[in-house]
């Protein structure tokens, strides 16, 4: 949420003092959040996809046509980082980076869900089903967070900018 914001508020061309620090903090969060250690390849995708998606939702709100809405924004940043990383992963990590991926996506699941059964033993029988749901749902669980996350830096931005770029829905 903090480089969304911050990439929405260079967009917005901030102009007085109290606008470039709100900038400088919201960005050196952002940025602290991305410069944590990652944990493995689905880590490092992650952070990919939201600079990506960060600076593609500043651009899309930036050239909106009158009248844009978050969600047709929101959506169009998504497709956009997701085109992007498909280019760029196999690029930069190889050709079987998705199967690595999905690997380690079901390796995170697996632990997750056997610390929920350590809880909750009577879940055991769906132990497997719920692995499979997290591990191969992983990218409709970011696109879900990356729309969260954008429509609170949406929000954000529009209550404190003198000039919004758009008004919020």
Do not use: N
């Amino acid at each position: 949420m903090a480089l969304s914001f911050a990439a929405l508020r260079v967009a917005a061309r901030p102009g007085s003092r109290g606008e470039w620090v709100g900038l400088a903090v919201a960005a050196a969060a952002g940025v602290a959040l991305l410069l944590a250690p990652v944990a493995g390849l689905l880590g490092a995708l992650d952070r990919a996809w939201i600079v990506l998606v960060s600076v593609a939702f500043a651009a899309c709100a930036a050239v909106r046509p009158a009248g844009a809405r978050f969600w047709p924004l929101a959506l169009r940043a998504c497709l956009y980082t997701a085109a992007g990383v498909a280019v760029l992963a196999p690029l930069t990590v190889g050709r079987s980076v998705w199967q690595e991926v999905q690997w380690e996506a079901t390796r995170d699941a697996s632990g997750a869900v056997r610390r929920v059964i350590e809880v909750a033993p009577g879940l055991y029988p769906a132990f497997e089903l719920l692995v499979r749901l997290l591990a191969g749902g992983w990218p409709v669980w970011l696109v879900l967070e990356t729309l969260v996350a954008l429509a609170l830096a949406w929000r954000s931005h529009a209550a404190i900018a003198r000039a919004p770029l758009a008004t919020p829905a």
